[in-house]
């Protein structure tokens, strides 16, 4: 898939499925086209179109573009 790197995954909108896969977790929902993370530190707010990004660390954080 174009929107999926091994570092990276754009929220679509509709791939929860991929988002899913990436993430390794079902912690999450989806409410107008904003995907919510819930991480240990907090939730993270993804706009549809933009990346959530898989740091060094294993940790996640998010991107408006692909890295």
Known sequence: MKNVSENSIQWLGNNCCEISDFLDSHDFNHKSGTL???????????????????????NVTLSEQQT
């Open 36 to 58: 919510i993370v819930h991480l240990a530190d907090g939730d993270l707010h993804v706009d549809k179109g933009n990346y959530l990004v898989r740091l060094s660390n294993g």
